[in-house]
C-alpha cells in the first residue's frame, strides 16, 4: 500500500522535492501533519519530499516554478513526504545530490547517502544512516533536455 508511505509535514524552512527528510510526530496542530527537519548522514528513518510539481493556491500567492526540477514548498507550509523502507527503489536526478557529489563526479561510487542539506552523496563506502545501493543511470528527458539520473536502491 504505497499510501501507507505517505505523511505530511510542515517544516521551519523551504524544501525542495527530492530532500531527505526526517519527521516527528505532531504535537500541536492538525494531528496528521508532522513536524519536519532535514535529514542527517546519521538518519535512519528517512523520506524524500515529494510534492506534486504543479502550482497551488497558498494564502493568496501562488508559489512553485515553470520548471518541476526546481519545486519548493514554502516554509510553514504542508509538503508531501515518501517514508523509505528497505529494498525500496527511487530514480534521483543530478538535483537531488550535493554538489560536486553525484555519481558522475564520485570515481568508483557505488552507494548514495544522504549529505549535506539533505541532499544525497555518491560514495564509496556507507556510515550508520540510511544508505542506498548505486544503480543504472536512467536520464529524465524534460522538453528537449535529457537531465542525468540514477536508480537508487534503500540497503541500509
Not at 66 to 85: H, L, T
Amino acid at each position: 500500500n504505497v499510501d501507507a508511505l505517505m505523511r505530511k509535514a510542515k517544516f521551519e524552512s523551504t524544501v525542495t522535492n527530492g530532500m531527505a527528510v526526517k519527521l516527528s510526530i505532531a504535537t500541536e496542530g492538525d494531528w496528521d501533519v508532522f513536524t519536519g527537519v532535514v535529514a542527517t548522514s546519521s538518519d535512519k528513518n528517512i523520506g524524500f519530499v515529494c510534492s506534486p510539481e504543479v502550482m497551488r493556491l497558498a494564502v493568496g500567492s501562488i508559489y512553485g516554478g515553470s520548471d518541476p526540477r526546481y519545486f519548493e514548498v514554502p516554509a510553514g507550509k504542508v509538503a508531501d513526504v515518501c517514508m523509505v523502507n528497505l529494498y525500496d527503489v527511487f530514480q534521483a536526478s543530478v538535483d537531488c545530490f550535493e554538489e560536486g557529489y553525484a555519481p558522475s563526479d564520485v570515481e568508483g561510487a557505488t552507494y548514495v547517502v544522504v549529505g549535506t542539506g539533505g541532499k544525497l552523496r555518491a560514495a564509496t563506502s556507507v556510515g550508520s544512516g540510511r544508505a542506498f545501493e548505486l544503480g543504472v543511470q536512467k536520464n529524465i528527458e524534460i522538453g528537449n533536455e535529457s537531465v542525468p539520473a540514477w536508480m537508487i536502491g534503500c540497503i541500509a
